[in-house]
């Protein structure tokens, strides 16, 4: 491949990262204008529900649900930058964690969460931290293990978020996401090897 048409890929790579990462955040901001103005936050019930049927669905979409704007914005910002920090070997890895850690942060949290509806990206963007953290581990590799480094200094003290210290946060989901990661960690270094 030449210059120019490594070029022209990377810009595409580029191009196709903006529109996934930007694409999901701006689903989680109108779907919180809509709740706001339109629903007056009756959407926060299509959340998990622990151990019924209805909350389910839950699983799906508890990521795009938000109690109101400052939780959302506290979610935003790591959710764009530890995807991306995913995405800069492949764009496709982003995809997988971020199926991976849905599933497990969204069924840990209907199986063994507390009462009430669980809402937020948070199990997703813990889930990216357990991936990113433990990548370096799994890989071994010099490069992996500076970007599991350089995760930690930079975002490495949300992980009391999956201890149960404070009422209302939904550390189950964080727990569970954060293993998630871990387990896509594994699953895609061993792919690797």
Excluded at 1 to 7: A, G, L, R, Y
Excluded at 83 to 92: A, E, K, V, Y
Excluded at 162 to 177: A, D, K
Aim: glycine share 14%; with cysteine; net charge positive.
């Amino acid at each position: 491949m030449n210059p120019q048409e490594e070029t022209r890929a990377l810009t595409q790579e580029l191009k196709l990262q903006f529109r996934l990462l930007g694409g999901l955040v701006a689903i989680m901001w109108v779907v919180e204008w809509l709740d706001h103005l339109v629903f007056r936050g009756q959407l926060n019930g299509f959340g998990i529900i622990p151990r019924t049927s209805v909350g389910l669905r839950g699983i799906l979409f508890a990521p795009f649900l938000h109690l109101n704007f400052a939780h959302l914005l506290g979610n935003t910002i790591p959710f764009l930058v530890l995807g991306w920090l995913i995405m800069l070997r492949q764009t496709g890895d982003f995809i997988w964690v971020t199926l991976i850690v849905g599933l497990a942060s969204g069924l840990g949290t209907w199986i063994f969460g507390s009462a009430g509806t669980h809402i937020g990206a948070s199990g997703v963007v813990f889930g990216y931290l357990g991936y990113l953290l433990s990548r370096g581990i799994f890989e071994r590799r010099l490069g992996s293990i500076c970007l599991s480094l350089f995760v930690a200094t930079v975002y490495g003290s949300l992980i009391w978020g999956i201890l149960p210290l404070h009422r209302g946060i939904s550390w189950e989901g964080h727990l569970f996401g954060f293993l998630g990661g871990i387990l896509a960690a594994r699953n895609l270094s061993s792919r690797r090897h």
